[in-house]
């Protein structure tokens, strides 16, 4: 009897870990395997993106309303050399001409983003509604679809209206889960009938960490170790809030979904036969993708994440976790809901084991007890953080795959830059970084990811948030020097253009020739630029030419004519006097 009870138990046990066994990520798996020559599955999506805030420009334009990111560069010391986002590409005035660009790439998607002050101003449905917000975006959806390019439409890419800023302190509030399920709402009844994919959220860890723990980004707070907790758990809420709204009120007329899109570095372990390392590369994962990802598919925060900051807030002295929790319906209700799986992925770290003792106060980057490294070998075009690592995409891809039960995905952001200065429309270090990346997908998916589409980061060169226009994503180049912000096509967008029309890399052959034709023809781009940048030069070195003059010529209106009136007034007073004199 016992022996049988002891074999019962031995058969639970291997089936348990069978079953923990497939879900679980092969860290010891790397192949880091050569070029892969194959193609995409049939109805594969390509697409570029973009985001309001980042090319829009037009900040006060027809209405629209403040966001926290108008307020935020408007204040001095925020961003590199104080730009703001107020004119950025213009995109607002150039919708054709960007359409005109999608056209040339042949896509079958492009990705942007709805900015809630356009529509909304206050932020908040009952005050008023922006009519001419919403026409604006309602043409470029129709010319969108009249081109045969699906929208995919982001309902929130950082630009929080001012005055829920203002009155509520933003995402440290409760009340945001209602405002932003109000606008979400307004946008599937009035643009619904067009859209077909909605992604709620853009880069949640970027909002909740820059713009609550380091305050790099708007709305600039240092909440350290709490804030950041605080704003991801009503933004996982309030995602979980807009999909049931969508699944309840919209999803049986107009047959979308409804995603969220999350970025996630990958994390490889320094040193792959240490637990330790192993231990701390998937806490990295699990404090950056599984903090959102988790909760929206498999019901609750990562245990790590709640045991690390459990501990180290009770150590701290905290009567309760930094991290907050989810009551039991709450969990039911926040997973699955998501249609889709955005992912924005750009870069890869080595990552070691890094006790830092709880006396070093709270901080959402010392909770995880991890050393961040990079290789040196690793290519760095221009952004500091962002080094090429393609393997690290395919990684990345199969964890998600294997954690959240193999989600549909689109890859929704990945891209690299270039330095502001560099003029170079030939981009070699941009086909190169698409080409592997795009070839890392393609391996994932003969893995047996569910990757549909991918988005390309970004359509063009646009504001990059804290770095203003330092660094350079665009497939176009703006010359954001000429008050028209024209729009030059680089190298890459050659390349990818080929990526496209083949739906992959045929053969070793034809991507060498790719290469060749795309370096071609961006000569000639190239020397329209330089033309372009001399004219712009000389009509820059003329005003300042001009300026001192006319500052020297406002400078006499402003003293001279003053001064001569007062010695007038005075010289005439004199000469009365001296008269009244000698008539006495
Ligand atoms: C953001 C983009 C940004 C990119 C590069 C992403 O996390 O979502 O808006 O352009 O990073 O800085």
Not at 196 to 220: D, L, Q
Not at 308 to 326: E, M, V, W
Not at 338 to 347: A, E, Y
Not at 528 to 533: K, M, R, T
Request: aromatic fraction near 14%; charged fraction near 20%.
């Amino acid at each position: 009897m016992l022996q049988l009870h002891v074999l019962s138990v031995c058969h639970v046990l291997v089936l348990v870990l069978c079953l923990s066994a497939a879900e679980d990520f092969d860290w010891t798996k790397n192949h880091r395997g050569s070029f892969y020559y194959g193609t995409f599955p049939t109805g594969f999506s390509w697409g570029v993106g973009s985001s309001a805030y980042q090319t829009e420009g037009a900040w006060d334009k027809d209405g629209k309303g403040m966001s926290i990111w108008d307020v935020f560069t408007h204040k001095k010391g925020k961003v590199i050399y104080n730009e703001t986002g107020d004119s950025s590409c213009e995109g607002y005035y150039k919708v054709k001409d960007d359409i005109a660009l999608l056209k040339e790439l042949k896509l079958n998607h492009y990705r942007f983003s709805i900015s809630w002050p356009r529509i909304m101003p206050t932020g908040i449905k009952s005050d008023h509604v922006n009519e001419k917000g919403i026409k604006y975006y309602d043409d470029l959806i129709n010319l969108l679809l009249e081109n045969k390019i699906t929208p995919i439409v982001t309902l929130y890419h950082w630009d929080l209206p001012q005055v829920l800023q203002e009155r509520y302190g933003g995402w440290q509030n409760l009340s945001m889960i209602n405002y932003f399920n109000d606008y979400a709402n307004l946008c599937f009844e009035r643009f619904g009938n067009r859209v077909k994919y909605w992604i709620t959220f853009n880069n949640p860890w970027s909002i909740a960490v820059e713009g609550y723990e380091t305050g790099e980004h708007a709305p600039g707070m240092k909440l350290r170790g709490s804030g950041p907790y605080k704003a991801a758990h009503y933004i996982i809420k309030a995602h979980a809030k807009v999909w049931h709204t969508y699944d309840n009120q919209w999803r049986s007329k107009q047959k979308g979904m409804v995603g969220i899109s999350l970025n996630g570095d990958w994390g490889e372990p320094v040193d792959i036969t240490s637990q330790k390392d192993i231990e701390a590369a998937e806490r990295y994962i699990q404090f950056y993708l599984g903090w959102f990802a988790t909760p929206i598919f498999n019901g609750d925060y990562p245990q790590v994440m709640k045991d690390y900051i459990g501990r180290k807030s009770a150590q701290q002295g905290l009567g309760t976790s930094r991290l907050p929790t989810f009551s039991s319906q709450e969990k039911s209700y926040i997973k699955g809901t998501c249609d889709f799986l955005g992912i924005g992925h750009f870069t890869t770290r080595y990552i070691t084991q890094k006790n830092f003792p709880a006396s070093h106060g709270p901080s959402y980057f010392t909770d995880r007890d991890l050393a961040e490294l990079v290789d040196p070998r690793w290519p760095d075009p221009s952004s500091e953080w962002l080094y090429s690592v393609p393997w690290g995409f395919r990684r990345l891809l199969n964890f998600v795959k294997t954690q959240y039960g193999n989600p549909m995905i689109y890859v929704t952001e990945n891209g690299v830059s270039e330095k502001m200065t560099c003029t170079e429309l030939c981009d070699d270090w941009r086909m190169q970084y698409f080409k592997e990346y795009i070839n890392e997908m393609l391996k994932a998916i003969k893995d047996g990811v569910n990757v549909k589409g991918y988005t390309a980061w970004s359509l063009l060169d646009k504001f990059e948030w804290d770095e203003g226009y330092s660094e350079r994503f665009g497939l176009y180049y703006v010359d954001f020097r000429n008050k028209n912000k024209p729009r030059y096509p680089k190298a890459s967008v050659q390349y990818y253009k080929r990526i496209i029309s083949s739906n992959g890399f045929p053969s070793q052959k034809e991507a060498e020739n790719w290469h060749r034709k795309a370096i071609e023809t961006c000569s000639s781009s190239n020397q329209l630029l330089a033309a372009e940048q001399q004219r712009t030069t000389a009509a820059n070195i003329l005003r300042l030419i001009h300026d001192p003059l006319t500052s020297h010529m406002e400078m006499v209106t402003e003293i001279v004519v003053p001064t001569v009136c007062t010695l007038c007034i005075l010289l005439s007073a004199i000469f009365l006097m001296f008269l009244l004199r000698r008539h006495n």
